[in-house]
């Protein structure tokens, strides 16, 4: 027997969908109005019939999760019948400057949409992270008769999100982790940007999903089989064990003239095509945004569905609170994004009688002290958890119960070697809420999820990067392993904060201020060789992005530099004092921080009177901002031990000092004041 | 009936090749000695019985292709058994300074290394490149009785590489083209660098396959079976119209006291558990770097059978020169990699007065008169051909015959919605020869393929990526689609090309460049909007990298630039002279080309005397190398269309003038002399 109970709105409701999907994409001009159109069936049937959300409180904790993974018009179409911040105006303004409709939906920016979709693959893997968020939080909160954290997480996706590696990724983790929560549906209508997917795109889906360990339904007809798509879905939701996809077999465009065709993908329909499809829906053909009162209606018993379950929520909650106090103050602590109040001051503190120890060593000691402390904390690594040194004593692993390797209130991720997947899960995880998300491989490797990393920081997801083996001082793995380029690329990217520690102190001071930046992504750079604890450096001074570790009056150079290459700096400026030149060392860990600190400050840091000699063993690209000289990898890195690596490429203290005298020489011949790089015009 | 016919020194020879790795790994006391060992019996079986190269000729063209996925100290061992120029004395160097033998194999580096892997999936992916390019060339060159190139392609690969969603685009692809010549063995031991592959990586890897549409097959003894590795690669072998994957069971660290664990993976073996393995293999148990007589004279035979084979191909080669004269002069150049002579000729000349048109556009126009004289260009867009402008009027697909969509012969690739993928083939298409891939995205998604476009500079493929869409110029697509921070790290890539051409004859110098550069891959970052052919552009002064597009005597202001935004400092400069102040205008298309020039004329582009601005719809992280001042943008853009997008940073001729006013002003109160960013110590 059907799940499905027909209401005589139904039609009328998808069509009013379709024909403002053609108008809103017809008055943009621009825009994809096939995929909304194909998919407003299964839109319709899930909205009305399913989804638990309240629209009047779009962050309600408990709602489902909704993502529409190769992004379009039909979710802000959604928002508008269910009633979220979203006017019939604002659909009037799609893909127009400043609007409330961008070209592809931003989180944070449109009240209801939950994450940044547009670039494929990348929803769908946030919904995986979603679907995590939620096992893992009702493992840890809910009690019997308390099912307080149990909502799904539905994702749209199409072809195209299919053919990303980052989905594959995503998708085969969500089997191995069997999140019976998290249910998706294909859109197969066998249409992509090049037309037809039968010219890249032939793989069987269904036996792919399968071989991840997912329950695969299909549903032939998705243009207009409401029983079918209702059918699947309680299928999807019945399953406890399993993710489920749903290959819903569509017609793009479906009712355009050119339904079917790769003609109704990415451009607006013709003008008599949009009347014709209105008269076929019985809707007035010259009226544009036109909404029959009886689909506004039938939407608002869903919304109302939702805000009823909202406030059963919130009942629940408050019997929760009487019976299990101390579980629901931190629920509600996490929930709020807060804290724990004096975390900061767990966070090691170290002197220059310290042993030296690997930054990524030290990283793993923040953890250690920090994670008791701060449950929020969900970590994990692409399989190189005993090289990024992430997993914290005593942690349990993410896992299915079943598996007996772990369970789902664990806390440290076994993400495989999934890098691009782990991103954008993280995200995922970040914008569920209620956990701080961090990831780890080697530097070089966050390169695999640039596509996650740029939307964590364009979406304010707080996801910290852990990323060892930062540089030539990883040694023997060779230039395939050591990063050059990784770190200006990372610098270049808007709200994120890339932080290059270089010993104990500055290493507590990244996890401060990537702790504290709630919309602020971080990636910490750490390294893989032992780096000593340095005479001058402090939490709060590195908390300032940059600062003078090394201070001297009438400078002949300023010496600045970050991470490993620090104590190298040091040790030339004492072979440089040996020989008369006076060398103020700057250390620098992240220049996003250090750019927003006060320009008295920062003119302090980086003055005017001497040159300034940048030294990193990574590209010298970008260094030009801080400084007048720049040291760095001519190139490529090198297989050896890394001492040896060093030694190649000059980055000694020796060969540092003698990189300075010329320095010096060069602007003492020069015969002007020198002026610091910071002083300008702009 | 099995293919196979035991040797009596097979089992010698594959416990040289395990104790071998402990060694090799011992001595440098790094590496990774546990899945050499246990690949070694497939590593045996596929040399001595089935793989066709001649060590001592190891360009030879049909030679099989090898890649060893996983990269790791394996392909070191064989190379050096079957008379490659590596000796012992590198074995023992493996992993030091300046040796043959890297941490990880580097392509150009190594004699018989194809490929550079180590970053996990790439290899997988480059074997599918591998055996496109002979599926294509097979089907361009052979003729009846002339089976010219008919190579098969190998790839070892692991767990890991099979996580990696690079592996997943690629296979997917593979599957979809039916690549016949294309046998993968996956070395399944269970293990990765985590542990036990349970705790991340669950799925049906057989199923997945044949989702593909591969042929799957497995051994579950690969320990030991060396019939079952024969019979499995005979019928990979014999199957023309499907990739196969082998499914090896194995045991990591075969032999070893800790055989089967994660303790095999990636550190050197005990000494004593090396002593013990040899005992067993019947080897002095002290002796390192022991390779008995037998195995030497194994591994001639292979040699000599290739040889054999080569001399064979070349007396072929002869008859085919006689038969089909004008085929074999075009494959012989072909092979060479010299472009046809004059090629250059045919490229477009503009001048002002021509239409104005988006460089993508224009890029279109190269490709549709080079093409045609250029057969080596095989092309193809991550299925945005339609943006990309990629697919040239009359060319064929490449697609297997039976799908009626196009032949081998085909030129154009339908990569799919799969960067990744696409870049990592691509350097396969370039690692075979013969070819010279271009390949499509927007320039927003070559950083999803970052991993696969380090490797193409890194390895010296010439991969030309046709980038369009690449700034905020893209309009209503919104900031999920516009590059910010891509253009700067593709240019902190070493050996990499990253032009970003301002008009026509920018265009095609940065054609001519890109398909001169026999050892760069370039980046070709093109507008979606029309851009006005400038007065003064020239290919000649284009190819420098960067030039004086508008020169005045006595300036008060250059302004340098790059691609869209050239027009717009040009804009900026007619205001500012109508204010009396006197501007130049620099195009600078490609920094690293640039910087390739002298250094007398790259200060005479870009010199003394007066500030210097550079103008660019981009981060202008890297900007200070050649420029006092930076205008761009101050984070992420915005969706609309793109003239309003513009005017709201301010990127129109009016503002532009107002802030070189400003900047002019500021160093005018400076009062001192202005140097060239370029005049420095260093
Ligand atoms: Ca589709
Ligand atoms: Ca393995």
Same mark, same amino acid.
């Given at each position: 027997?059907?799940?499905?109970?027909?209401?005589?709105?139904?039609?009328?409701?998808?069509?009013?969908?379709?024909?403002?999907?053609?108008?809103?994409?017809?008055?943009?001009?621009?825009?994809?109005?096939?995929?909304?159109?194909?998919?407003?069936?299964?839109?319709?049937?899930?909205?009305?019939?399913?989804?638990? $959300?309240?629209?009047?409180?779009?962050?309600?904790?408990?709602?489902?999760?909704?993502?529409?993974?190769?992004?379009?018009?039909?979710?802000?179409?959604?928002?508008?019948?269910?009633?979220?911040?979203?006017?019939?105006?604002?659909?009037?303004?799609?893909?127009?400057?400043?609007?409330?409709?961008?070209?592809?939906?931003?989180?944070?920016?449109?009240?209801?949409?939950?994450?940044?979709?547009?670039?494929?693959?990348?929803?769908?893997?946030?919904?995986?992270?979603?679907?995590?968020?939620?096992?893992?939080?009702?493992?840890?909160?809910?009690?019997?008769?308390?099912?307080?954290?149990?909502?799904?997480?539905?994702?749209?996706?199409?072809?195209?999100?299919?053919? &990303?590696?980052?989905?594959?990724?995503?998708?085969?983790?969500?089997?191995?982790?069997?999140?019976?929560?998290?249910?998706?549906?294909?859109?197969?209508?066998?249409?992509?940007?090049?037309?037809?997917?039968?010219?890249?795109?032939?793989?069987?889906?269904?036996?792919?999903?399968?071989?991840?360990?997912?329950?695969?339904?299909?549903?032939?007809?998705?243009?207009?089989?409401?029983?079918?798509?209702?059918?699947?879905?309680?299928?999807?939701?019945?399953?406890?064990?399993?993710?489920?996809?749903?290959?819903?077999?569509?017609?793009?465009?479906?009712?355009?003239?050119?339904?079917?065709?790769?003609?109704?993908?990415?451009?607006?329909?013709?003008?008599?095509? %949009?009347? $014709?499809?209105?008269?076929?829906?019985?809707?007035?053909?010259?009226?544009?945004?036109?909404?029959?009162?009886?689909?506004?209606?039938?939407?608002?018993?869903?919304?109302?569905?939702?805000?009823?379950?909202?406030? &059963?929520?919130?009942?629940?909650?408050?019997?929760? &609170?009487?019976?299990?106090?101390?579980?629901?103050?931190?629920? $509600?602590?996490?929930?709020?994004?807060?804290?724990?109040?004096?975390?900061?001051?767990?966070?090691?503190?170290?002197?220059?009688?310290?042993?030296?120890?690997?930054?990524?060593?030290?990283?793993?000691?923040?953890?250690?002290?920090?994670?008791?402390?701060?449950?929020?904390?969900?970590?994990?690594?692409?399989?190189?958890?005993?090289?990024?040194?992430?997993?914290?004593?005593?942690?349990?692993?993410?896992?299915?119960?079943?598996?007996?390797?772990?369970?789902?209130?664990?806390?440290?991720?076994?993400?495989?070697?999934?890098?691009?997947?782990?991103?954008?899960?993280?995200?995922?995880?970040?914008?569920?809420?209620?956990?701080?998300?961090?990831?780890?491989?080697?530097?070089?490797?966050?390169?695999?999820?640039?596509?996650?990393?740029?939307?964590? $920081?364009?979406?304010?997801?707080?996801?910290?990067?852990?990323?060892?083996?930062?540089?030539?001082?990883?040694?023997?793995?060779?230039?395939?392993?050591?990063?050059?380029?990784?770190?200006?690329?990372?610098?270049? %990217?808007?709200?994120?904060?890339?932080?290059?520690?270089?010993?104990?102190?500055?290493?507590?001071?990244?996890?401060?201020?990537?702790?504290?930046?709630?919309?602020?992504?971080?990636?910490?750079?750490?390294?893989?060789?032992?780096?000593?604890?340095?005479?001058?450096?402090?939490?709060?001074?590195?908390?300032?992005?940059?600062?003078?570790?090394?201070?001297?009056?009438?400078?002949?150079?300023?010496?600045?530099?970050?991470?490993?290459?620090?104590?190298?700096?040091?040790?030339?400026?004492?072979?440089?004092?040996?020989?008369?030149?006076?060398?103020?060392?700057?250390?620098?860990?992240?220049?996003?921080?250090?750019?927003?600190?006060?320009?008295?400050?920062?003119?302090?840091?980086?003055?005017?009177?001497?040159?300034?000699?940048?030294?990193?063993?990574?590209?010298?690209?970008?260094?030009?901002?801080?400084?007048?000289?720049?040291?760095?990898?001519?190139?490529?890195?090198?297989?050896?031990?890394?001492?040896?690596?060093?030694?190649?490429?000059?980055?000694?203290?020796?060969?540092?000092?003698?990189?300075?005298?010329?320095?010096?020489?060069?602007?003492?011949?020069?015969?002007?004041?020198?002026?610091?790089?910071?002083?300008?015009?702009?």
């Amino acid at each position: 027997m059907s799940s499905f109970t027909p209401e005589p709105t139904d039609d009328l409701s998808i069509a009013t969908i379709r024909t403002l999907a053609a108008d809103v994409v017809g008055k943009a001009n621009s825009g994809h109005p096939g995929a909304p159109m194909g998919m407003a069936p299964a839109a319709h049937v899930l909205f009305t019939r399913f989804f638990n $959300a309240n629209p009047k409180s779009s962050k309600w904790f408990n709602r489902d999760r909704f993502v529409l993974s190769n992004g379009c018009v039909l979710q802000y179409i959604l928002l508008h019948l269910l009633g979220y911040k979203l006017s019939v105006d604002d659909l009037k303004a799609f893909r127009q400057l400043d609007s409330l409709t961008p070209g592809h939906p931003e989180a944070g920016h449109t009240d209801g949409i939950e994450v940044t979709t547009g670039p494929l693959g990348q929803g769908f893997a946030n919904g995986v992270g979603f679907a995590m968020a939620q096992a893992h939080l009702g493992a840890v909160y809910n009690r019997d008769g308390f099912d307080l954290i149990n909502n799904y997480t539905y994702v749209f996706t199409g072809d195209g999100c299919l053919m &990303e590696g980052v989905a594959s990724e995503a998708a085969s983790l969500a089997g191995h982790l069997q999140l019976g929560n998290l249910i998706v549906v294909y859109d197969d209508n066998h249409i992509s940007i090049d037309g037809d997917t039968a010219v890249a795109f032939t793989e069987n889906v269904e036996q792919r999903f399968l071989s991840y360990g997912w329950q695969v339904l299909h549903v032939d007809n998705g243009d207009s089989d409401l029983a079918g798509i209702s059918d699947a879905i309680t299928q999807g939701r019945a399953e406890k064990n399993k993710p489920t996809i749903i290959r819903l077999r569509t017609t793009i465009g479906y009712g355009s003239k050119q339904q079917g065709t790769h003609g109704v993908h990415g451009s607006p329909l013709k003008a008599d095509d %949009i009347q $014709a499809l209105k008269l076929k829906a019985g809707f007035p053909p010259d009226k544009t945004f036109y909404i029959p009162k009886e689909t506004y209606d039938t939407y608002k018993v869903a919304a109302l569905r939702g805000a009823k379950l909202q406030s &059963e929520w919130i009942s629940l909650l408050s019997a929760y &609170e009487k019976r299990y106090p101390n579980e629901h103050a931190e629920l $509600a602590r996490r929930i709020s994004g807060k804290l724990p109040d004096g975390w900061e001051q767990t966070l090691p503190v170290y002197k220059p009688s310290d042993p030296a120890q690997a930054s990524r060593k030290l990283s793993e000691i923040v953890l250690s002290v920090i994670t008791p402390g701060i449950p929020d904390l969900i970590g994990g690594s692409a399989d190189l958890t005993g090289s990024n040194l992430t997993k914290v004593k005593g942690s349990t692993d993410f896992q299915h119960p079943s598996t007996n390797l772990g369970t789902y209130a664990g806390t440290y991720i076994r993400y495989g070697v999934r890098e691009h997947g782990m991103g954008a899960i993280a995200n995922g995880l970040s914008a569920y809420g209620g956990i701080v998300p961090f990831v780890a491989t080697f530097l070089n490797f966050v390169s695999y999820a640039a596509g996650a990393v740029r939307l964590s $920081a364009l979406s304010k997801h707080q996801v910290i990067w852990v990323a060892t083996h930062d540089s030539i001082g990883l040694g023997e793995d060779g230039p395939t392993h050591q990063p050059i380029e990784t770190a200006v690329h990372l610098r270049a %990217i808007p709200n994120l904060d890339f932080w290059r520690p270089a010993d104990g102190n500055e290493t507590s001071a990244s996890y401060l201020v990537a702790l504290r930046s709630k919309e602020t992504p971080s990636v910490l750079s750490l390294s893989r060789q032992n780096l000593p604890n340095l005479e001058g450096s402090t939490i709060e001074r590195a908390s300032r992005g940059g600062y003078v570790l090394h201070e001297v009056e009438g400078e002949d150079l300023t010496i600045v530099s970050s991470g490993s290459e620090v104590s190298i700096a040091l040790e030339a400026a004492g072979k440089l004092k040996a020989e008369g030149i006076k060398t103020r060392i700057v250390s620098m860990p992240c220049w996003s921080v250090f750019d927003s600190q006060d320009q008295q400050y920062r003119l302090s840091v980086l003055r005017s009177g001497a040159p300034i000699l940048s030294l990193e063993a990574l590209s010298t690209t970008g260094w030009q901002k801080y400084s007048h000289e720049q040291y760095g990898l001519p190139a490529w890195g090198a297989s050896g031990p890394y001492q040896k690596v060093y030694e190649k490429f000059g980055i000694t203290g020796t060969n540092i000092a003698a990189v300075g005298k010329k320095v010096v020489q060069f602007y003492r011949e020069q015969g002007v004041k020198v002026i610091s790089p910071l002083v300008k015009a702009l």
